[in-house]
């Protein structure tokens, strides 16, 4: 069974910074791409960033040069660096994986349960 466990979610000033992890574990052959998403309520559920296994990656306009995305193979962790928060950043972010079991030739896609981030004064 793969579980992807996240963590560093809060309550943060406009301005602030906050790091959410998320780490997958479980029988993991591969892990592909990783990202993260958000959903404020009432919104829709929206990419944030998105990382490969190579390490190219990939924002969202409203995020670029606020937030950073990066990995670590060894640990199957994905990090989420949010710098300069605003409150429209207040959401529930949940971390996304796209990997394969040990065993198996599928890839499949797995979600976090998700981590509040509130950004207010």
């Known amino acids: 069974q793969v579980q992807l466990v996240e963590s560093g979610g809060g309550l943060v000033q406009p301005g602030g910074s906050l790091r959410l992890s998320c780490a997958a574990s479980?029988?993991?052959?591969?892990?592909?791409?990783m990202g993260w998403y958000r959903q404020a309520p009432g919104e829709q559920r929206e990419l944030v960033a998105a990382?490969?296994?190579?390490?190219?990656?990939d924002y969202v306009d409203s995020v670029k040069g606020r937030f950073t995305i990066s990995r670590d193979n060894a640990k199957n962790t994905v990090y989420l660096q949010l710098n300069s928060l605003k409150p429209d950043d207040t959401a529930v972010y949940y971390c996304n994986a796209e990997l394969v079991q040990l065993g198996s030739i599928v890839a499949t896609t797995y979600w976090g349960q998700g981590t509040q981030v509130t950004v207010s004064s």
């Open positions: 990382i490969t296994s190579g390490g190219g990656t």
């Open positions: 479980g029988r993991i052959f591969r892990t592909n791409a």
